[in-house]
Nanobody, 115 residues
């Protein structure tokens, strides 16, 4: 059974940093590509970063050079290091597989960038 638990969000000033974590249960973690998604108020959920099972990464243009996705297969944990945060990064952040393989989402973690 899949379980995804996101953590590490909070309130940060513009230019600040946060590190998000996603603890996963289930045997899928090391097999699948994984992604960080975010959903801002009034907007659709969007994919911001992906890491393949082999470790290659890709990012949406708006976060390139600022965000870094990584994974620790031994700990079944996915990370997102976010630097130089901007107000437009404010959203609830979620982790999941890429592509989506089930109709399940964790509770997400709120990131608010504001002075």
């Amino acid at each position: 059974q899949v379980q995804l638990v996101e953590s590490g969000g909070g309130l940060v000033q513009p230019g600040g940093s946060l590190r998000l974590s996603c603890a996963a249960s289930g045997s899928f973690f090391s097999i699948y590509a994984l992604g960080w998604y975010r959903q801002a108020p009034g907007r659709q959920r969007e994919l911001v970063a992906v890491i393949a099972s082999g470790g290659s990464t890709s990012y949406v243009d708006s976060v390139k050079g600022r965000f870094t996705i990584s994974r620790d297969n031994a700990k079944s944990t996915l990370y997102l290091q976010m630097n130089s945060l901007k107000p437009e990064d404010t959203a609830v952040y979620y982790c999941n597989t890429k592509p989506l393989r089930w109709d399940y989402w964790g509770q997400g973690t709120q990131v608010t960038v504001s002075s």
